[in-house]
């Protein structure tokens, strides 16, 4: 007897592949888990767009996982999150430019 849609009867048993930044232990003990509702609360709020506000829930849920060990610790800026105030602080060191003492 074979399966339908397949010639021959063969079944395809596929591999699953693991994540690519390794394993993803689950919450079991929910302590991230009001973070990350909030979060979802705020993608629904405001119709699937992450913006600044939902993105801090993001970070915050992120940092989270990362202090309970449910994930390996990493900087913010490699999952994907810029930090303002160094771009403000980059900015704001720019050398004075004196044109006083010209002329």
């Given at each position: 007897?074979?399966?339908?849609?397949?010639?021959?009867?063969?079944?395809?048993?596929?591999?699953?592949?693991?994540?690519?930044?390794?394993?993803?232990?689950?919450?079991h003990?929910?302590?991230?888990?009001?973070?990350?509702?909030?979060?979802?609360?705020?993608?629904?709020?405001?119709?699937?767009?992450n913006?600044?506000?939902?993105?801090?829930?993001?970070?915050s849920?992120?940092?989270?996982?990362?202090?309970?060990?449910?994930?390996?610790?990493?900087?913010?800026?490699?999952?994907g999150?810029?930090?303002?105030?160094?771009?403000?602080?980059?900015?704001?060191?720019?050398?004075?430019?004196?044109d006083?003492?010209?002329?």
């Amino acid at each position: 007897m074979s399966t339908p849609g397949s010639p021959g009867g063969r079944q395809i048993v596929s591999k699953p592949n693991p994540p690519e930044r390794g394993s993803f232990p689950l919450d079991h003990d929910a302590e991230c888990q009001p973070i990350m509702k909030q979060y979802l609360r705020c993608l629904r709020s405001h119709r699937g767009v992450n913006d600044d506000e939902c993105r801090g829930l993001s970070k915050s849920y992120l940092q989270c996982r990362m202090e309970r060990n449910l994930m390996a610790p990493d900087s913010m800026r490699n999952l994907g999150f810029q930090e303002k105030e160094a771009s403000i602080a980059s900015n704001s060191q720019r050398p004075p430019t004196d044109d006083a003492g010209k002329g």
